[in-house]
């Protein structure tokens, strides 16, 4: 058999698999499952459909669960003493079935009618002032229609919150007539000429992850397709426009005089960014400590420019980390020839001197810190994988029922210390992207998100001391926590802005919730 016969083969039986589990699976657990396995070989297929056999299972008890928030598996011995005897041989399937089931359950909804039952008996206008002062980017007739169709002031705040999370206007333009990015992608689609083009712009969200998933797309096809110059400059003038202030006007004609390059634009609008503003030493401490952060990611970037796109991203870490990326994405080819520029130069080892003892050999932290919990969670996958054999052997011997409730116990341990080993991990991340006034939930989970929220919210009241008496909101600063409008997610829909949303305003905080945004004003008046 040939080379491409092979090769076709291959692929047809990948995108087979893929259209079986996708969905309910996400395309990104697919493509990271499947990548271990090698599918020429019977054995590793076999444990490839194990594996997803176990996923999918576990997906769909999770959509289920999520449906219904009455139903709580997590704290139901009777189901727990059913997955305990029911575990599947293969222990490691167990154990990502187990870790995600635990890492992503999360119930909001336990607390639901203790967001105020006082607020319930409010009169028909003070409902609608509480709403409009919650969401001040709403009509007031459209809060006044939502609240009526709702028929209570929960039912109005969460049909209020998925709207103010889809769009920032009801009509997807802003106020002066130019689109502006949207959380589904699906919707700008709307706003679009149709001229019977029937390939899609893939240049238009320039991160990582997005790069990741056209790259494994990619894998099931075999030639790639042609590159549409009208489409990429398209698609890099939005790319620019729903980072920064800019309109797309002024991009479009700087984007044509840089010879479309995305890069060069990037630098002179930063450039001229800078110009406007003080000094790097002059700006203000919380700048200067944002820049520095940057800097230690793009080290080759000066610090005048960071700062130039930090103030054109609207002073948001998250969108100028994006903006350095695409700017120095392709910076080879802006090197001059000769010598090898981007390669890192070393000095000659010298092999006479014996390496002293004293040295220690030390790992960067970046890189553990993705490993957090792996440890727990392969000792976890070891422990049901002793309750499933303990739990098979039981039927003729009764004494290995205990020992499956034992390892059974053993492995739910090690998943909880799984856990506050993430929810560690991400309060460093959460910390490292994050401001005194201002935190950046983007790359954590909904559980976190929302744990972290609450508190760097509380500690951001405590901390203003005496000024928290003061009604005047100029000269009390609010707090603002960005969630984005979640793009990556699944099904393109926002998850961390509402559920942080409904918790702040279920503890009683003032919330003005915006596009990809909100910001705490302080307690509410009940």
């Known amino acids: 058999m040939s080379y491409h016969s092979s090769r076709y083969i291959l692929l047809t039986v990948f995108q ?56 709580d598996t997590a704290t139901d011995p009777s189901i727990s003493a059913q997955n305990a005897s029911t575990t599947t041989p ?99 689609e709307e706003h679009k000429t149709n001229r019977g083009r029937k390939r899609r712009n893939k240049r238009k969200h320039r991160t990582t992850d997005s790069s990741r998933a056209n790259s494994a797309n990619s894998w099931g096809t075999d030639n790639a397709p042609t590159v549409n110059v009208w489409a990429n400059a398209s698609g890099d003038v939005d790319f620019i426009c729903s980072r920064t202030t800019l309109s797309a006007q002024v991009v479009t004609s700087l984007y044509h005089r840089k010879s479309a390059n995305l890069n060069d634009t990037i630098k002179e609008l930063a450039d001229m960014e800078q110009t406007k503003l003080v000094s790097f030493d002059a700006a203000d401490p919380v700048v200067q400590m944002q820049v520095a952060e940057l800097k230690e990611n793009f080290p080759a970037v000066s610090a005048s420019r960071i700062q130039g796109l930090l103030h054109l991203a609207r002073n948001i870490p998250s969108a100028t980390y994006e903006l350095l990326e695409a700017m120095v994405e392709h910076s080879a080819e802006d090197q001059p020839t000769g010598k090898l520029h981007g390669v890192v130069q070393y000095a000659a080892v010298d092999l006479s001197k014996e390496k002293d003892d004293s040295w220690n050999t030390v790992t960067s932290g970046s890189a553990n810190r993705t490993n957090y919990g792996a440890d727990h969670s392969y000792a976890a996958s070891r422990a049901f994988g002793q309750a499933a054999a303990a739990a098979r052997k039981s039927k003729s011997d009764r004494l290995m029922g205990g020992a499956a409730a034992y390892y059974a116990s053993i492995g ?101 919730v915006g596009h990809g945004e909100m910001f705490v004003r302080g307690k509410a008046r009940r």
């Open 412 to 512: 739910h341990e090690h998943i909880k210390m799984a856990k506050a080993q993430s929810s560690a991990a991400a309060d460093v991340l959460v910390s490292q992207q994050s401001t005194r006034t201002m935190i950046d939930l983007h790359g954590v989970s909904v559980s976190d998100a929302v744990r972290i929220a609450n508190a760097r919210t509380q500690a951001w009241w405590d901390g203003l001391g005496d000024a928290r008496y003061v009604t005047s909101e100029r000269v009390r600063a609010s707090f603002q926590i960005v969630t984005g409008v979640g793009t990556h997610s699944r099904n393109n829909a926002p998850r961390i802005g509402p559920a942080v949303a409904k918790s702040l305003v279920r503890e009683g905080w003032r919330v003005e």
């Open 90 to 188: 293969d222990g490691h399937s167990r154990d990502i079935t187990s870790v995600i089931s635990d890492l992503s359950t999360l119930n909001l909804g336990a607390n639901e009618g203790s967001l105020g039952e006082d607020l319930e008996h409010l009169s028909g206008t003070e409902k609608r002032k509480y709403l409009k002062d919650l969401f001040p980017g709403t009509d007031t007739a459209k809060i006044t229609d939502i609240l009526t169709e709702a028929g209570s002031l929960q039912g109005a705040i969460d049909e209020l919150l998925n709207v103010a999370f889809l769009s920032t206007h009801g009509d997807g333009f802003s106020n002066d007539g130019q689109p502006q990015a949207k959380g589904v992608e699906g919707f700008a």
């Open 16 to 71: 087979a698999l893929r259209k079986t589990y996708c969905p309910p699976l996400d395309d990104s657990l697919f493509y990271a499952v499947a990548s271990d396995y090698d599918l020429t070989i019977s054995e590793h297929y076999a444990a490839l459909r194990a594996t997803l056999d176990a996923l999918k299972e576990d997906a769909i008890v999770n959509e289920a669960a999520n449906a219904d928030p009455a139903v």
